[in-house]
């Protein structure tokens, strides 16, 4: 059922200490059904260990690739996560969408799907920038109720919180790595003049590509074709005609690559720094971190910190400049890798 991993991803070592728990999502629940087991048994099996050299967690047993596969054929087609930036997804309109297909499926007795339309409706609640306290009340009400399906509270608010929705916090789902924040450190950084080419792995529709939109830079995306819970191929049409959409780098020399969000999905981190990304000058790396976040997900292979990313700077050839920079008070941190 379970692929069992030996050693580190990083470091190759078997030290390994510190056992970090999974939450239950819709990835576990998925999982669950697949491998047509208890969703606990799943939880408890895919734990984290953190390696005692390098720094970096990682699982011990592994989803075998034919599993996910069955999850974006049977369950989840599309990557919700980036399709979600998308404006249409977010917003009163779509709320109230959801709120209907909620009462739809609830009233129906339609338990999974009802649950499903509940974690999008939380979703864009908890994604929500209003920060005055009569949205934040109603919010903390309204969700409560809506975990114990008391329809009739959410038909008699859903109209009134739908008002407060004004738009998507910076760095949640709904609204990518792209912010001032970001171009302001970029321009302390970098100066764009000396920048010829641009790439991104990861999902298309997370990054900066606005930020290096110049005339003189040319722009890719690297489709690596990942499958290890990770899917660009629906979100790739409604990326920029000017990106060129590539398999790999191979002698293209490229001055700057994003990799937002993306490299907890590697089983094999190394081997994607060592080939495809070998002629990169500048790295810029974006990673969910522990200590802010507290928690991992169990469609995350690894999780990755400061420590870990020392580690892999120093054998790729790279060094880290500066101190990793928190974005706003999210949950992430940007890194920028130079080489040396
Ligand atoms: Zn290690």
Known sequence: MFKIIKKCPLCGSKKKSKI????????SYFLS????????????????YKCDICGLIYKKKWIYPKSVEKIYNDFQPRHPGGLNTLKKNFGKKKFIELIKKYKYFLNKKNYEFSDRKKREIFKILNSTQNKRSNFIKLKKKFIHNLINDRLDFAI???LTLSNMIDKPKIYSQFSGFRSDEISDYLNKIINLDDISSYAE?????????????????????????????????NCLKYLSKRVKIIKRLNKNKIDFVGIYNFLDHLENP??????????????????EDINLS???????????NHKSLLFLSKKIGYT????????????????????Y
């Open 20 to 27: 970090i728990k999974n939450n239950k999502n819709i990835y």
């Open 33 to 48: 059904k697949i491998l047509n087991s208890d969703e606990k048994f799943i939880l408890k099996n895919m734990q984290n």
């Open 156 to 158: 008699r608010n859903y």
């Open 201 to 233: 792995i990861g999902c298309p529709l997370w990054g900066n590509y606005n930020y290096f939109k110049k005339p003189w830079i040319k722009q890719y995306f690297i489709n690596i074709d990942e499958k290890n819970f990770w899917k660009a191929e």
């Open 270 to 287: 190394l081997k994607l720094f060592n080939k495809e990304l070998k002629n990169v000058e500048n790295l810029a790396i974006i990673c």
């Open 294 to 304: 507290k928690k991992i997900d169990c469609q995350h292979f690894s999780s990755w």
């Open 320 to 339: 880290i400049i500066d101190k990793p920079f928190r974005l706003s008070n999210s949950i992430f941190k940007l890194y920028i890798l130079k080489k």
